[in-house]
T-cell receptor, first 112, second 113 residues
């Protein structure tokens, strides 16, 4: 069946280090992928997205990598800050549907 | 500009009662989505509107759940005969078009006692 999952439930990093959050997806028809950040008591906040015709996209301090061969998505955060502490979700959709399918989320904890 | 807003932020009700949850999308966004998020889980799709019509309601769990968007802007999610298992955070998102980025509201936390 269709699923989007994350390899690790929690990730603890030192402030200033780079963070890498990984995600596996199983729907080969997916053509659009998004990373959201969710802080406690708030809704998911858009971070960055990537379409299937790309393998890398950069934003401010964040980079998303897409490997369609192994159905893997990753989010890299440079110089991680305390404000980056949150739960991160990857989500996917395919062109035939507008709904997003989310994974379970991974908690990023930044140590001062 | 203003983001997606949802009211109320918290709703506590008793089993068997009827509830309505409201979503105000970003102005000009034609697509509106409802998701439900249980503790420790990612959001799960419920229903999607394009304009006034429900384009995809495949995520509604049963016929106790219904949503409307009569004027193509504000949407109301209605839950009849609430059950304890309906307790969750109900999230609304909107996008400029059906292919656009979905921006989420803060959610309504529903607790059914």
């Amino acid at each position: 069946g269709e699923s989007v999952g994350l390899h690790l439930p929690t990730l603890s990093v030192q402030e200033g280090d780079n963070s890498i959050i990984n995600c596996a997806y199983s729907n080969s028809a997916s053509d659009y992928f998004i990373w959201y950040k969710q802080e406690s008591g708030k809704g998911p906040q858009f971070i960055i997205d990537i379409r299937s015709n790309m393998d890398k996209r950069q934003g401010q301090r964040v980079t998303v990598l897409l490997n369609k061969t192994v159905k893997h998505l990753s989010l890299q955060i440079a110089a991680t800050q305390p404000g980056d502490s949150a739960v991160y979700f990857c989500a996917e959709k395919n062109g035939a549907n507008s709904k997003l399918t989310f994974g379970k989320g991974i908690t990023l904890s930044v140590r001062p | 500009g203003a983001g997606v807003s949802q009211t109320p932020s918290n709703k506590v009700t008793e089993k068997g009662k009827y509830v309505e949850l409201r979503c105000d999308p970003i102005s000009g966004h034609t697509a509106l989505y409802w998701y439900r998020q249980s503790l420790g889980q990612g959001p799960e799709f419920l229903i999607y509107f394009q304009g006034t019509g429900a384009a995809d309601d495949s995520g509604l769990p049963n016929d106790r759940f219904f949503a409307v968007r009569p004027e193509g802007s504000v949407s109301t999610l209605k839950i009849q005969r609430t059950e304890r298992g309906d307790s969750a955070v109900y999230l609304c998102a909107s996008s400029l078009t059906s292919a656009g980025t979905q921006y989420f509201g803060p959610g309504t936390r529903l607790t059914v006692l």
